[in-house]
């Protein structure tokens, strides 16, 4: 690697480490450009063998900022779920280099459908979750619709089914700390949060991503 910053400690490394910690989060913020996407999840993400992106240029610098963002670089990453034509659904990651779920401290999952179409999707997440069992921070981005006021019975009870399929994924994350759940939460999942799940949870009216053009 080259030190040109570490050689005469101008610029960033010479500001205090709150305001390059501010820049960092803002340069490893994720980009539409940044997701993988896929028909294959389980393929591509599991079996398959390392899934890699390119390691942010910054990293590559020098061997003080490689260390400072080695943590934040690796701890994140965005499961996308979202449909991609007519019936297509497809299941994406952002990542920073290569992905492995052991080093996960914060997870994002988007889900970015008119409706959950839990099959799609569920399993993948639960897969995740049963790998990164260090994740303690989940961010939810919650896209779908309120259901039906009066769902026919298997509509309901397959519903239910999926629900409690989801809350046994969170159940099963014993260090996560906090999730942070953006958009309308789907009827009676805040009373199950504090029933079933110790982290402490926290509910945002807005979305947290924002697609092309709509920012």
Known sequence: MS????????????????????????????????????????????????????????????????????????????????????????????????????????????VAMEYPNWNRWLAIFGEVARRARDLTELVVDWEPRPGPPNPKVWEAKLTEKKHDEFFGVLAALKGLEVVRFHGEMPEGWRERFEKEIPARLVCYRFKWWRETGLE
């Open 3 to 110: 030190e040109p910053l570490e050689q005469n400690g101008a610029g960033l490394l010479s500001l205090p480490w709150e305001i390059r910690e501010k820049i960092y989060a803002y340069y490893l913020a994720f980009d539409h450009d940044d997701f993988g996407d896929t028909v294959r999840p389980l393929h591509v993400y599991f079996e398959q063998g390392d899934y890699k992106k390119p390691l942010p240029p910054l990293m590559l610098t020098c061997k003080r900022v490689y260390r400072e963002l080695h943590r934040p670089v690796h701890a994140d990453a965005v499961l996308r779920v979202h449909s991609h034509g007519y019936g297509d659904r497809r299941i994406g990651f952002a990542v920073h280099g290569t992905l492995r779920f052991e080093r996960l401290r914060r997870l994002y999952l988007l």
